[in-house]
Nanobody, 120 residues
Framework: QVQLVESGGGLVQAGGSLRLSCTASGSIFSISAMGWYRQAPGKQRELVAVHASGTTKNYAESVKGRFTIARDNAKNTVYLEMNSLKPEDTAVYYC??????????????WGQGTQVTVSS
């Protein structure tokens, strides 16, 4: 099994910055993509940013130019640097990875979520 542990959420004023971290651990054989999703109250979970196994990165249009995803393969860790935060960025942010364990094929794993609240 693969476990994801997130950290770095919190309360920040509009225009501020936060950095989220997520580390994968467990019986990892290999990791494909790592990324971040978010879910605001009353809304569906949406993709924020994803970092493929190479250098490919994709961002939601709403965060382009403000958020940066980075990945440290040696540490099985993905980061999300969030700048110029807006109240509409308020949500629970979930780490996601597509990984293969030593006993299963590739599948999606999710973190427990970390709250990000941006005050106006």
């Amino acid at each position: 099994q693969v476990q994801l542990v997130e950290s770095g959420g919190g309360l920040v004023q509009a225009g501020g910055s936060l950095r989220l971290s997520c580390t994968a651990s467990g019986s990892i054989f290999s990791i494909s993509a790592m990324g971040w999703y978010r879910q605001a109250p009353g809304k569906q979970r949406e993709l924020v940013a994803v970092h493929a196994s190479g250098t490919t990165k994709n961002y939601a249009e709403s965060v382009k130019g403000r958020f940066t995803i980075a990945r440290d393969n040696a540490k099985n860790t993905v980061y999300l640097e969030m700048n110029s935060l807006k109240p509409e960025d308020t949500a629970v942010y979930y780490c996601n990875t597509n990984a293969r364990s030593i006993t299963t094929g590739y599948r999606d794993y999710w973190g427990q979520g970390t709250q990000v609240t941006v005050s106006s």
